[in-house]
Nanobody
Framework: QVQLVESGGGLVQAGDSLRLSCAASGRTFSDLAMGWFRQAPGKERELAAAISSGGSTYYASSVKGRFTISRDNAKNTVYLQMNSLVPEDTAVYYC????????????????WGQGTQVIVSS
C-alpha cells in the first residue's frame, strides 16, 4: 500500500530555517501533484505550498518568498525549505500527494503523511 513518511520538523527560533521531507513508497508518484498543508491548533488545515507534476508551484501569500517547494521524482520525495521562520508558521505540517483524473477532473487518489510538528519561538 501507499505510505508517506515525513521528517524534518522541530523547535526553532524566529529567523531560523528548516527543511521538511516527505518520502513515499508503494508506487511511483511522478504523475501526481504534491503539496504541504499545515494546521495550527483550533484552525482549519490550509495549503501552504504545492507543486504540479510539470513543476508549476503555488504558495500561500503568508509564506511566499520564504518557503520553497521542490520534488525529486526519482526518490518519490517532496521537500519544503522554510526560511525566515516566524511564530505564525507554528503548526503541524502534512505532506500530500494528489492524483486528479484527466477525464473528469475529480480527485481519484489522495495520500497523506503522518504530520510533523514545527514550532517557532520568538
Amino acid at each position: 500500500q501507499v505510505q508517506l513518511v515525513e521528517s524534518g520538523g522541530g523547535l526553532v527560533q524566529a529567523g531560523d530555517s528548516l527543511r521538511l521531507s516527505c518520502a513515499a513508497s508503494g508506487r511511483t508518484f511522478s504523475d501526481l501533484a504534491m503539496g504541504w498543508f499545515r494546521q495550527a491548533p483550533g484552525k482549519e488545515r490550509e495549503l501552504a505550498a504545492a507543486i504540479s507534476s510539470g513543476g508549476s508551484t503555488y504558495y500561500a501569500s503568508s509564506v511566499k518568498g520564504r518557503f520553497t517547494i521542490s520534488r525529486d521524482n526519482a526518490k518519490n520525495t517532496v521537500y519544503l525549505q522554510m526560511n525566515s521562520l516566524v511564530p505564525e508558521d507554528t503548526a503541524v505540517y502534512y505532506c500530500n500527494f494528489r492524483q486528479t483524473s484527466t477525464i473528469t477532473s475529480q480527485i481519484i487518489g489522495d495520500y497523506w503523511g503522518q504530520g510533523t510538528q514545527v514550532i517557532v519561538s520568538s
